[in-house]
């Protein structure tokens, strides 16, 4: 997994996304294939943990081969290309400076997410709920909200993840207009995309999530923290930027200062709202978070903020697409086609404000004249 890892991060660095997310692909077909080989040779009708970590194992394998075997051939014909690939103790000394801080980061926030999990239930109970009904609210919280609200975060964090090369490549070449230029883009399609996901989450996917699990709370829990989208998509952009700047050790204390504002509403306001109390601590710290990282960037890179450009405009646009959609919807599902499942309704309403969003976006972009 390491090795995995290890190979993928340097595809992106050098700004190649093919063949690390083609081994993503490797490794669930070699995962999977290898334990319905198993059920097959052993003739077995039940698999155990056993085996599905052995699936892990050859699938992790898979995929670290396949990312090593480009780069191998790579090397024989490029002699430079190994000692570019060889470091001295002084750039080992450079790469841990810089790659400590974000080992920790992931540590304790692992540590204090793990702590925060455990205290939940055990807070929610003394709100007044039994152990049963704390523990019940809290999976459909992680298992079946949380979920649905994270789902557009792939394209978050994919775009995240080819942003960091962008910015530290811009960043190591002192090329400050363009990573301000980047910066403002990165602002403007994350809030474009948070906004849309909120009128999306409040109008069809909340009701979606509700008929999906079968579970009238999905549909509460999802429309509180569609709030969340604009900032969660904020907070795994900037920290790529913030990290790709070399500021790592900010982005250690950023995140450590989010999950303490996360803890302490678990403290204070679980015994007060229940669940509901972590739904809002989850949003405070979240926007904490943007705010902190859009402070410091655009100080270090003395950007000025432009709401009108990033928040009036793409709300204005999201407003459109919404009444767009329900106006279709009216005329499509009640003049045309009278009989529909909700299922098909929300879905097709959904679709349609994302078509709408997507093109008045495209207009309004091709409109402004170039940064």
């Not at 077909?29 to 085996?51: C, E, F, H, P, W």
């Not at 995240?160 to 990573?179: F, G, I, R, T, Y």
């Not at 913030?242 to 995140?255: D, E």
């Not at 902190?292 to 009036?312: E, M, R, T, V």
Request: charged share 10%; proline share 4%.
């Amino acid at each position: 997994m390491c090795i995995h890892n290890c190979l993928s991060n340097y595809y992106y660095s050098q700004k190649e996304s093919f063949l690390p997310a083609s081994s993503q692909l490797v490794e669930q077909l070699v995962r999977i294939g290898t334990i319905i080989l198993y059920v097959r040779i052993k003739n077995v009708s039940t698999i155990s943990i056993a085996d599905a970590v052995t699936g892990n194992i050859f699938g992790e394998f898979a995929a670290a081969t396949y990312c090593a075997i480009p780069l191998f051939f790579r090397s024989i014909h490029n002699k430079s290309m190994m000692q570019k690939l060889s470091c001295s103790l002084r750039e080992y000394r450079y790469i841990v400076k810089y790659a400590f801080p974000i080992n920790a980061n992931q540590t304790v926030l692992h540590l204090l997410e793990g702590a925060e999990a455990i205290l939940i239930p055990a807070i929610l109970c003394m709100h007044g709920l039994t152990k049963d009904n704390a523990i019940s609210q809290f999976g459909i919280l992680t298992g079946m909200a949380l979920p649905l609200v994270l789902f557009p975060c792939t394209a978050a964090n994919s775009f995240a993840l080819m942003l960091l090369p962008k910015v530290s490549d811009e960043s190591s070449n002192v090329l400050s207009d363009h990573l301000a230029v980047t910066v403002k883009r990165t602002v403007s399609m994350c809030l474009s995309l948070g906004i849309i996901s909120i009128f999306l989450f409040i109008n069809y996917g909340a009701r979606l999530g509700a008929m999906m699990f079968h579970e009238d709370s999905v549909y509460i829990y999802t429309c509180i923290l569609s709030w969340l989208c604009p900032f969660l998509y904020l907070k795994i952009s900037l920290t790529s930027v913030t990290n790709g700047m070399g500021h790592t050790a900010l982005t250690f204390i950023i995140n450590i200062t989010g999950i303490i504002i996360r803890l302490a509403c678990v403290f204070l306001l679980i015994p007060k709202l229940g669940i509901t109390g972590y739904l809002y601590g989850v949003l405070i710290s979240n926007i904490c978070m943007s705010l902190l990282y859009i402070f410091n960037i655009y100080k270090k890179l003395n950007i000025q903020p432009d709401p009108f450009g990033s928040i009036i405009v793409p709300l204005c646009i999201a407003v459109i697409s919404i009444f767009s959609s329900r106006i279709i919807c009216r005329i499509v599902f009640g003049l045309i086609i009278k009989e529909a499942e909700e299922y098909t309704l929300l879905l097709t309403g959904a679709a349609i404000c994302c078509i709408v969003y997507i093109i008045l976006f495209i207009h309004e972009q091709s409109e402004q004249r170039p940064l």
